[in-house]
């Protein structure tokens, strides 16, 4: 009788190891922008960026390991259904940059909208896996043309993706400084509700 249990056993370990070689790569793309940095060089389990990134425009959030190509998406409503889908090509390549005006560095508000999780395999799928960890006064950065700006963390919040007065909020500051939102779906694996990281930048 112990034959068949112990064939069994193998059968089932069978299993879950390929389960575990096949979903491998989504666990660790979700569990990597917690590990924090000083540990990092310990494992190399932990990839370095998904790709070369071009250092002209690009978001970096060093503290959750997020180093993303920057695509400016033109006229884009960020509220609206159907522009999703034309953003959804940038989030293949990187993170989405929003905003109105000529120039990013005069824009008082900018949202950068990225993947926490994406059925579709590109190497962004879960750039922003990591952004619930974000806490205030982390600092990242947006590089715009060759310019970085710096942004510190002052507030993070999950809005109803259709409060447009909520996150018209979020847009306003008493500092006069400009704003940038990270914004990505959550919880991970749903569209449910957002997840935003508001940035005020650094003079």
Same mark, same amino acid.
């Given at each position: 009788?112990? &034959?068949?249990?112990?064939? =069994?056993?193998?059968?089932?370990?069978?299993?879950?190891?390929?389960?575990?070689?096949?979903?491998?790569?989504?666990?660790?793309?979700?569990?990597? *922008?917690?590990?924090?940095?000083?540990? %990092? =060089?310990?494992?190399?389990?932990?990839?370095?960026? +998904?790709?070369?990134? =071009?250092?002209? /425009?690009?978001?970096?959030?060093?503290?959750?390991?997020?180093?993303?190509?920057?695509?400016?998406?033109?006229?884009?409503? +960020? $509220?609206?259904?159907?522009?999703?889908?034309?953003?959804?090509?940038?989030?293949?390549?990187?993170?989405?940059?929003?905003?109105?005006?000529?120039?990013?560095?005069?824009?008082?508000?900018?949202?950068? #909208?990225?993947?926490?999780?994406?059925?579709?395999?590109?190497?962004?799928?879960?750039? $922003?896996?990591?952004?619930?960890?974000? &806490?205030?006064?982390?600092? $990242?950065? #947006?590089?715009?043309?060759? !310019?970085?700006? /710096?942004?510190?963390?002052?507030?993070?919040?999950?809005? %109803? *993706?259709? /409060?447009?007065?909520?996150?018209?909020?979020?847009?306003? @500051?008493?500092?006069? %400084? !400009?704003? #940038?939102?990270?914004? @990505?779906?959550?919880?991970?694996?749903?569209?449910?509700? %957002?997840?935003?990281?508001?940035?005020?930048?650094?003079?």
């Amino acid at each position: 009788m112990r &034959k068949p249990l112990a064939r =069994s056993t193998l059968i089932l370990m069978a299993i879950g190891a390929s389960l575990l070689w096949i979903y491998f790569p989504l666990i660790q793309r979700i569990v990597t *922008p917690y590990i924090a940095p000083q540990y %990092r =060089s310990l494992s190399s389990l932990v990839p370095e960026s +998904p790709m070369p990134v =071009s250092r002209a /425009d690009v978001l970096s959030f060093p503290r959750l390991g997020i180093d993303a190509p920057l695509e400016l998406t033109e006229n884009i409503d +960020p $509220f609206q259904l159907g522009d999703w889908q034309v953003l959804e090509q940038s989030l293949r390549r990187g993170v989405g940059l929003i905003y109105a005006g000529n120039r990013f560095a005069t824009a008082p508000i900018a949202y950068i #909208v990225g993947h926490s999780s994406d059925a579709a395999t590109n190497p962004y799928a879960f750039i $922003f896996a990591g952004l619930r960890a974000v &806490k205030a006064g982390d600092v $990242f950065s #947006v590089t715009q043309h060759g !310019q970085q700006y /710096d942004y510190t963390v002052v507030h993070t919040e999950i809005v %109803r *993706p259709n /409060d447009r007065n909520r996150f018209t909020s979020l847009e306003r @500051t008493e500092s006069g %400084r !400009q704003r #940038v939102l990270l914004v @990505t779906c959550w919880p991970l694996f749903t569209n449910t509700n %957002r997840l935003v990281v508001v940035g005020e930048r650094l003079l």
